[in-house]
């Protein structure tokens, strides 16, 4: 027996489709059946619904909930997300064998503008950070590091802290990756890839402490044996 067959495109799926599309393109096509045998003039004709082959066509491309082309990290560039500061503690210097804290300040942010002549909102957060703490040790970490709370904690070690071996003044530096979501009107999704973004950079003073004995209080008597 004789085949008839039609070619039907698939509907394009939104970018929120359900699981159970393969289930609602059954139904569509149960539907075409149903409505072949329901038109036939004689049982032959109703056979021939049962022999007719539904080709699923080609998927209509899809188009993005915003209706606008697909964006890549490189588009947002000039969105460029704000890296915030590298705080180095005690206030920029160091002290030779002795934890220097390192933090960074930069935190999830949205920003407003047009691509694609299309008014956009991007929310940029950071996700891993790049410490170069300036005498050729680098760290990368996930972690953005906190200030120390209270003199209790000064001169401890932290996640992102760095002990220097001397007293070589230095610049660091930090690096902040960041990852992009963009809302054109119609929700939240993510962009692919990631942008990395370099805060200011710091000078920082490295000094050498040494411990003496003292006879009393060099303040109150600055001629005391071992002051001076």
Not at 168 to 195: K, Q
Request: aromatic fraction near 8%.
């Amino acid at each position: 027996m004789g085949e008839d067959r039609l070619t039907a495109g698939e509907p394009a799926r939104s970018q929120g489709a359900s699981a159970d599309w393969d289930a609602l393109w059954q139904a569509y096509v149960d539907g075409i059946v149903e409505e072949c045998r329901s038109s036939a003039s004689g049982q032959l004709d109703g056979a021939r619904c049962d022999d007719m082959v539904i080709v699923r066509g080609p998927a209509a491309e899809p188009e993005s909930a915003e209706g606008m082309p697909a964006i890549t990290i490189s588009d947002l560039e000039r969105f460029a997300p704000v890296a915030g500061e590298l705080v180095v503690e005690p206030d920029g210097w160091g002290v030779v064998g002795t934890p220097t804290n390192f933090y960074a300040t930069a935190e999830a942010h949205t920003m407003q503008g047009e691509l694609f002549e299309t008014p956009i909102e991007v929310r940029w957060t950071p996700t891993s950070y790049v410490f170069n703490y300036g005498d050729g040790t680098v760290q990368e970490s996930e972690a953005s590091g906190t200030a120390w709370r209270g003199t209790e904690e000064s001169w401890t070690e932290t996640a992102t802290s760095h002990t220097y071996a001397t007293t070589d003044d230095v610049t660091a530096s930090l690096t902040v990756v960041f990852t992009a979501e963009v809302d054109a009107g119609s929700g939240w999704f993510s962009v692919p890839g990631t942008l990395a973004v370099d805060a200011p950079a710091v000078d920082v003073k490295v000094f050498e402490v040494d411990t003496v004995l003292t006879n009393g209080d060099c303040t109150a008597n600055p001629a005391a044996q071992g002051c001076g």
